[in-house]
Antibody, heavy 119, light 109 residues
Framework: EVQLVESGGGLIKAGGSLRLSCAAS????????MNWVRQAPGKGLEWVSFISSSTGYIYYADSVQGRFTISRDNDKHSLYLQMDSLRVEDTAVYYCVRVARNFYGFDIWGQGTVVTVSS | EIVLTQSPGTLSLSPGERATLSCRASQSVSNSFLAWYQQKPGQAPRLLIYSASSRATGIPDRFSGSGSGTDFTLTISRLEPEDFAVYYCHQYGDSPPYTFGQGTKLEIK
C-alpha cells in the first residue's frame, strides 16, 4: 500500500524549533518530487515547500523562507521539515504530499501532524 | 504568485442535483496544471481532477473538470450523500510557488 506517515508535531513556544518527518512506503520514494502543505485550524490549504527527487530543486513559500528547511533521505525513504523561529501563525496541520508522475497533481497525502505554537 | 479565487464560498444543494464549482486564476495557469481536491472533516485532501480535466484513479465519472487559461470548473453531475465536503482548486504550473483556492463548501440543503 502506498503510504505517507508524518510525525514530529507537538506543542512548542514561539521562537522554538521542531523537526517533522514523513516516512514513505509502498513506492519508489527516490523517484518522486515531494512537498509539505499545511492547514491552519478552520482555514484552507497552504503550500509550504517543494523538493525534487534528487534534491536538486528546493522552493519555499515566502511565509516560511529563511525559517524552514526541507530535506530528504532517499535511502531512508523519508522527507523532513526543519522548522525554526516558529511563530503563532505557523500553527497548523502539516501534510507530507507526493507529486504524481508527469505532474498529474498531488496524488498521495499523509494523515498530517499537528503543530501548535503558543505565545 | 497566481491567486486562485473560488466561487461560491458555500453551495447548498440536495442529493441528486448537479453542482458547479468555479475557480478563477489571476493569471493564466501554464499547461493547465490545475487540480481539484475534496476534503472531508478530519481527513486529508483527496485528488479528484488533474490537468484541469483528467480524473484521478478511482474517482467516479460523476466528477468532471473543465477549463483552461484562467477559468476552471468542477462539475458533479448528480450529487451523492458522500459528496458533501469542501473542494479546493490548486495550481501547480511550471515551478513553485504553488497556490490553492480558498475552498468551496458543498453542504446539504
Amino acid at each position: 500500500e502506498v503510504q505517507l506517515v508524518e510525525s514530529g508535531g507537538g506543542l512548542i513556544k514561539a521562537g522554538g524549533s521542531l523537526r517533522l518527518s514523513c516516512a514513505a512506503s509502498g513506492f519508489t520514494f527516490s523517484t518522486y518530487t515531494m512537498n509539505w502543505v499545511r492547514q491552519a485550524p478552520g482555514k484552507g490549504l497552504e503550500w509550504v515547500s517543494f523538493i525534487s527527487s534528487s534534491t536538486g530543486y528546493i522552493y519555499y513559500a515566502d511565509s516560511v523562507q529563511g525559517r524552514f528547511t526541507i530535506s530528504r533521505d532517499n535511502d531512508k525513504h523519508s522527507l523532513y521539515l526543519q522548522m525554526d523561529s516558529l511563530r503563532v501563525e505557523d500553527t497548523a496541520v502539516y501534510y507530507c504530499v507526493r507529486v504524481a508522475r508527469n505532474f498529474y497533481g498531488f496524488d498521495i497525502w499523509g494523515q498530517g501532524t499537528v503543530v501548535t505554537v503558543s505565545s | 504568485e497566481i491567486v486562485l479565487t473560488q466561487s461560491p464560498g458555500t453551495l447548498s444543494l440536495s442529493p441528486g442535483e448537479r453542482a458547479t464549482l468555479s475557480c478563477r486564476a489571476s493569471q493564466s495557469v501554464s499547461n493547465s496544471f490545475l487540480a481539484w481536491y475534496q476534503q472531508k472533516p478530519g481527513q486529508a485532501p483527496r485528488l479528484l481532477i488533474y490537468s484541469a480535466s483528467s480524473r484521478a484513479t478511482g474517482i467516479p465519472d460523476r466528477f468532471s473538470g473543465s477549463g483552461s487559461g484562467t477559468d476552471f470548473t468542477l462539475t458533479i453531475s448528480r450529487l451523492e450523500p458522500e459528496d458533501f465536503a469542501v473542494y479546493y482548486c490548486h495550481q501547480y504550473g511550471d515551478s513553485p510557488p504553488y497556490t490553492f483556492g480558498q475552498g468551496t463548501k458543498l453542504e446539504i440543503k
